[in-house]
Nanobody, 119 residues
Framework: QVQLVESGGGLVQPGGSLRLSCAAS????????MGWYRQPPGKQRELVAG???????NYADSVKGRFTISRDNAKNTVYLQMNSLKPEDTAVYLC?????????????WGQGTQVTVSS
């Protein structure tokens, strides 16, 4: 089993920056997809940023140009650099690692880390 632990969340003022980390208990070098999701209070979970095995990236329109997803296979960690933060970025951020197995994708989720953007 793969266990994921997010860190780096906290309280930041609008316009500030945070870097989230998601450390995996095992190797992520063979992961087919890794993503950061967020879920504001009372709202649906949404994909913020994703990175594939081949290092292709995709971002939600709301964060394009501000957030950057990356990974370090040697450290078994995926990162989300968040710049120019806005109050609407406030949410619990969760990471997911996905492995494609026969017939389906197998997903592993972290518990999440709180990001609060407020003055």
């Amino acid at each position: 089993q793969v266990q994921l632990v997010e860190s780096g969340g906290g309280l930041v003022q609008p316009g500030g920056s945070l870097r989230l980390s998601c450390a995996a208990s095992g190797s992520i070098s063979s992961a087919d997809f890794m993503g950061w999701y967020r879920q504001p209070p009372g709202k649906q979970r949404e994909l913020v940023a994703g990175i594939t095995r081949g290092d292709s990236t995709n971002y939600a329109d709301s964060v394009k140009g501000r957030f950057t997803i990356s990974r370090d296979n040697a450290k078994n960690t995926v990162y989300l650099q968040m710049n120019s933060l806005k109050p609407e970025d406030t949410a619990v951020y969760l990471c997911k690692v996905q492995f494609i197995v026969p017939w389906r994708a197998r997903d592993y989720w972290g518990q999440g880390t709180q990001v609060t953007v407020s003055s």
